[in-house]
């Protein structure tokens, strides 16, 4: 960080009391740090919704491999999406579930329309697109 600024914020004692309790479990050593992660959040968020930015994230879905056609399907539709998917661990849970974890790299368009397809699956039984960013934009 080149230029660091310092402003003060005006905020009710007892909503400080629970944002101080709330970055304490999580770890943040000052105020600073955690509004600076805020701040950062939001703007990966905003990065997400605009949808053609470049952007990153992972698929995390669950299934049972079991069922009919799925691993054929998933794998189709991975191919297809070969350009943002960049990698994939797949992890066997037990005698019948899997997880699979993809990381993808596109515009947020894109990664959605992906996570969509992939967690509506027929069979899938859970599935999470989680966010992120390439960090080229945050300091």
Do not use: P
Not at 10 to 33: M, V, W
Not at 46 to 59: M, P
Not at 77 to 83: A, G, I, T, V
């Amino acid at each position: 960080m080149s230029d660091i600024i310092r402003f003060g914020v005006s905020i009710d004692s007892q909503l400080i009391k629970k944002f101080d309790a709330l970055i304490n479990r999580k770890g943040y050593a000052t105020r600073s740090e955690a509004i600076r992660d805020m701040i950062r959040d939001t703007l990966v968020e905003e990065e997400w919704e605009a949808g053609a930015q470049e952007t990153v994230g992972t698929i995390t879905i669950v299934y049972n491999h079991h069922t009919r056609e799925l691993e054929h399907a998933l794998t189709d539709m991975q191919h297809k999406s070969f350009h943002q998917i960049i990698s994939t661990l797949h992890v066997h849970l037990d005698a019948h579930n899997c997880l699979e974890v993809l990381v993808v790299k596109g515009t947020g368009q894109e990664i959605k329309k992906i996570a969509d397809r992939l967690i509506g699956t027929r069979g899938v039984k859970h599935g999470k697109l989680t966010m992120t960013t390439t960090g080229k934009d945050l300091s």
